[in-house]
């Protein structure tokens, strides 16, 4: 597939965990970025490989600017990580293509939404987050569950705190899998007893799903048997 690529530049980097990274990026010659949220960008990077582009959901929600906001985990034994974590500064101009994808919130939110994610799979789901709210977009009751294995590994958490504090209608929940009672003051265990517990009364509700390949494929069968019907589940995968 012929891609158009354009410049970015990297504007700010920010350190979240000990293994992941925020990037900022400034689309070159052009005064807005528009894009959806929940839509990715590819990357092409600097390696030795005959596929050298990677795909990455942006995290901020669309503003009237050029700036999109990317959020990275580290995987030491890949190829494509660890280059970018290696070569990326600030000021650095990297090719850009997209926006791209139909991962989407719907025309009309007129039911019960749930986000489901984990690790860096949090990143479009914030951006539809965010972008419910800083658009008034008109939406019922809103769930957002974060699943990760440690505290460390917790992404976004003042921002979402914040953000759940500002607003009634969203419930957050982070569940840790690598945490017991005594050491984290939260949910324990995996993401899909939250859901379960929260939609045991079926009521209708969309289900918007990013991260690890096991935690999606697990999500959507129990969602299935649960009653819910495979258009009101979306889903995004990361590896």
């Not at 092409?44 to 906001?69: C, G, H, M, Q, W």
């Not at 090719?95 to 994610?117: N, Q, W, Y």
């Not at 899998?177 to 929260?198: F, P």
């Amino acid at each position: 597939m012929n891609r158009q690529y354009y410049d970015a530049e990297i504007i700010r980097i920010i350190d979240e965990t000990p293994v992941t990274r925020r990037y900022f990026f400034r689309v070159l010659n052009r005064e807005k970025f528009d894009f959806k949220p929940g839509q990715f960008v590819i990357l092409d990077l600097p390696i030795d490989s005959k596929i050298t582009n990677r795909s990455y959901s942006i995290a901020s929600a669309p503003d009237d600017n050029n700036v999109f906001e990317l959020i990275i985990v580290l995987n030491p034994p890949g190829l494509g990580t660890p280059a970018i974590f290696n070569n990326y500064k600030v000021g650095l101009k990297v090719p850009v293509a997209g926006p791209l994808g139909k991962f989407v919130l719907p025309e009309k939110v007129d039911r019960d939404i749930c986000f489901i994610c984990t690790g860096t799979g949090i990143a479009p789901l914030r951006s539809m987050l965010r972008y419910i709210y800083e658009k008034n977009i008109p939406h019922q009751n809103i769930y957002f569950i974060f699943g990760s294995r440690k505290k460390e590994d917790i992404l976004y958490y003042d921002e979402m705190k914040e953000i759940a504090a500002s607003h009634s209608d969203l419930h957050y929940t982070i569940v840790l899998s690598r945490e017991t009672s005594e050491t984290w003051n939260g949910k324990t265990g995996y993401v899909h007893s939250v859901y379960e517990e929260i939609f045991a009364d079926h009521r209708p509700a969309y289900f918007y799903l990013c991260g690890w390949k096991a935690m999606l494929k697990e999500a959507r069968e129990r969602l299935t048997l649960m009653g819910y019907a495979k258009e009101y589940i979306k889903f995004e995968l990361f590896d």
